[in-house]
Structure formats: structure tokens, C-alpha cells
């Protein structure tokens, strides 16, 4: 067994610690066991190659993991996870599944609020491929902004763009979670 399938495994068990303890009304415990199951989750999923032949357990695990965050009432994270793995493609069913916790997630923090849309004129200025995140510095007002991108697009985003000035076309999520959607150089 890898590392990687032990800490899945690892967090499975505590996640069904956290089912018997919310089952006999212990809601602060069963919260703890959620909590550690999804920070083992979520190392396990970031960990796991991002591999052409084999993309569904990266999908799943990023899935699950955003399914414990939810349960740990950690719905900022939880967003953050569904719509990193939306933005690498996944296969229908995990796409209607990350669906369902988003909503699930908007219900329980943002009541009434949407989805939006930002147009970003700056510099990109940091990555961090491990998170697979970036960051631009906005041009007109000096604030940071950090996006979330599709680790297939990372590299190829990083070198391209790196402290270049950049135009970004980002989807924005009711808690602030902004995911890249294109990005081009500007003069």
C-alpha cells in the first residue's frame, strides 16, 4: 500500500468514526473525526499524480474530499476543492456529484448568493503548483487576487505568463473561491 492509499484509507475509517459519533449525538467529536479525515483526504488527492492514463482516482479523491470538508462544516475549503476539481474535467458523474456539494455548500453559507464572473487586468506574481493556485497583482487598484488553476493548464500558465502583464477571465464563487478560465498576455 502507498502513501497515498493509506491516507484514503485512514480517512475512510474516520469518516465512519464521525458517522458513529454523530449517530449517537456526540456533533462536536463527530466534527473532529470529519476534520482529520479531510486533511488526509485532501493531502491524498493533491499528492496524486495528475496522470493521462489514470485521471478518476485524482477526481475521486478530490470529490471526496470535498464531501468531508462539507461535513466538517469547513465549506470554504470544500468550495475551493469542488471547483479545483470541476476545472480539471471530470467525468460526468463526478461532475453532477461535485454539483450537488456545491449546493449543498451555497445553502449552508451563502444562502440567495450566485456564481459570478471577474475580469482581472495585472501581473502574475506567484504560483503554487502543489495548490495549483496563482496569484496577480491588479494593475489598477495594487490588490491581490488568487486564482485557482486547472493543474493541467499550471505549467503551461506559469511559463507563458510569468511576471508578465496578463488579462484574466475568472469564475468567482459566492465565498470568494476564484477559478482561472483564460488568461492572455496584454500590452
Known amino acids: 500500500m502507498n502513501t497515498i492509499e493509506a491516507m484514503h484509507q485512514a480517512a475512510s475509517e474516520l469518516s465512519v468514526?464521525?458517522?458513529?459519533?454523530?449517530?449517537?449525538?456526540h456533533k462536536d467529536t463527530s466534527?473532529?473525526?470529519?476534520?482529520?479525515?479531510?486533511?488526509?483526504?485532501?493531502?491524498?488527492?493533491v499528492q496524486t499524480p495528475l496522470d493521462e492514463?489514470?485521471?478518476?482516482?485524482?477526481?475521486?479523491?478530490?470529490?471526496?474530499?470535498?464531501?468531508?470538508?462539507?461535513?466538517?462544516?469547513?465549506?470554504?475549503?470544500?468550495?475551493?476543492?469542488?471547483?479545483?476539481?470541476?476545472?480539471?474535467n471530470p467525468p460526468a458523474f463526478i461532475k453532477k456529484e461535485l454539483d450537488e456539494i456545491a449546493e449543498l455548500v451555497r445553502?449552508?453559507?451563502?444562502?440567495?448568493?450566485?456564481?459570478?464572473?471577474?475580469?482581472?487586468?495585472?501581473?502574475l506574481t506567484q504560483a503554487n503548483a502543489d495548490d495549483s493556485k496563482i496569484t496577480i497583482k491588479d494593475?489598477?487598484?495594487?490588490?491581490?487576487?488568487?486564482?485557482?488553476?486547472?493543474?493541467?493548464?499550471?505549467?503551461?500558465?506559469?511559463?507563458?505568463?510569468?511576471?508578465?502583464?496578463?488579462?484574466v477571465e475568472a469564475a468567482t464563487s459566492p465565498a470568494g473561491v476564484i477559478v482561472l478560465k483564460h488568461i492572455n498576455k496584454t500590452a
Open 139 to 167: 494593475d489598477e487598484n495594487q490588490k491581490i487576487y488568487s486564482l485557482f488553476v486547472p493543474a493541467k493548464m499550471m505549467n503551461r500558465v506559469v511559463k507563458a505568463f510569468w511576471k508578465v502583464r496578463v488579462t
Open 107 to 123: 445553502k449552508a453559507q451563502s444562502p440567495g448568493k450566485t456564481n459570478g464572473h471577474l475580469q482581472i487586468r495585472g501581473i
Open 31 to 45: 466534527k473532529t473525526f470529519f476534520q482529520k479525515a479531510f486533511e488526509l483526504e485532501r493531502i491524498a488527492a
Open 53 to 88: 492514463t489514470d485521471t478518476l482516482s485524482r477526481f475521486i479523491l478530490l470529490r471526496s474530499a470535498a464531501a468531508l470538508a462539507y461535513k466538517a462544516q469547513d465549506y470554504l475549503e470544500a468550495e475551493k476543492l469542488t471547483a479545483l476539481c470541476l476545472s480539471e
Open 17 to 25: 468514526l464521525a458517522d458513529v459519533a454523530l449517530a449517537k449525538g
